[in-house]
């Protein structure tokens, strides 16, 4: 008996292929199944004629670095017109004179004038702020003999401000061949030469022969140097204003005169500052006694432990 079957229609050879080739799924949803199962899908290359394009999408790297350099390409146009910007206003901030220099204010000098020290820092108004070079212009202060430290600092927008401190001087030097009278500060540093109309009332140091801008904080003068520091730091008896002179002799020992009194005071030499507050209280003594007027000479190198007062002659 002859079975009737459904008839199955005939396709075409062309749509026999097109059906074929035709996914099943939609290209999301593979993707969606490829990406569960831990694999990479692409849809399948067209081909169009002799020409073939591959329609596999991007990898993650290469969609990551044409991001990175849209990113990049965008952040350098911003920065090119930023700087652009920039240098167009402080182009005209520089023209408009706000920050150019107009006070310099100056302290610390006594024994340098304000006029001399600005000439040698090359500092005057007029000038934009933001142009001078200040280590540079500190550097040329700080080759004065007379300054010891320097500080230059601006102030905006219009103002510098300059803070000097000057060389204490402690004592004169009498340099021997014909160079005269130098001032030494309080380290010992031989730094600059006296001239008239400076302040001249310090003990002067003789009986030496340094150079200019030696120091005699070491060699045979040190001891002299710390005898002016102990009587720099104020004692009522022997303040440094009671000492005229100091002279070293060649054997190294220090005679020291008070400037009313004009016998000698030998001194001598080693634990200089154990002698000086023998001597203090001395002169303590004497002064209290009313007999500093009746004294010929004074050696503290007399005996070990022993100080020799000799009196005038009646």
């Known amino acids: ?30 993707r969606f199944r490829a990406a569960a199962a831990g694999q990479h899908w692409g849809a399948p290359p067209v081909k169009n004629g002799p020409y073939t394009k591959d329609g596999a999408s ?5 969609a990551g670095q044409l991001l990175q350099l849209s990113k990049a390409t965008v952040l350098a146009l911003l920065l090119a017109v930023l700087l652009a910007l920039l240098l167009r206003g402080w182009q005209a901030v520089e023209r408009s004179g706000i920050f150019q220099l107009r006070q310099i204010n100056v302290q610390g000098c006594r024994t340098l004038r304000e006029e001399e020290l ?5 500092l005057r108004p007029g000038g934009p702020l933001f142009d001078i070079n200040l280590p540079a212009a500190e550097e040329r202060v700080r080759s004065h003999p007379w300054i010891d430290t320097v500080s230059i600092r601006r102030s905006w927008p219009d103002t510098l401000h300059v803070l000097v401190q000057e060389r204490r001087p402690l004592a004169l030097v009498n340099l021997e061949q014909g160079l005269g009278l130098h001032y030494m500060d309080q380290n010992g540093l031989i730094f600059a030469p006296a001239k008239p109309g400076q302040d001249l009332d310090f003990p002067v140091l003789t009986g030496i022969s340094p150079q200019p801008g030696a120091s005699l904080a070491e060699g045979p003068a040190a001891e002299a140097v710390q005898l002016l520091q102990l009587a720099a730091q104020g004692n009522p008896i022997l303040p ?27 001194v001598g030499c080693g634990k200089i500052k154990a002698r000086y507050y023998q001597l203090v209280r001395l002169l303590e003594r004497l002064y209290r006694k009313e007999k500093i007027e009746d004294i010929r ?17 009646p």
């Open 1 to 30: 008996m002859p079975v009737n079957r459904p008839r199955v229609p005939q396709l075409s050879p062309k749509s026999s292929r097109y059906r074929r080739l035709r996914p099943s799924h939609s290209s999301a949803f593979r």
């Open 58 to 62: 991007l990898s993650g790297d290469a």
């Open 118 to 122: 600005l000439a040698l820092a090359e």
């Open 240 to 266: 440094l204003q009671a000492l005229s002179e100091l002279h070293l002799s060649r054997d190294g020992e220090i005679i020291a005169y008070l400037a009313e009194r004009p016998f000698p005071i030998h």
């Open 297 to 313: 000479e004074i050696r503290m190198d007399y005996q070990p432990g022993r100080i020799l007062v000799a009196k005038l002659k």
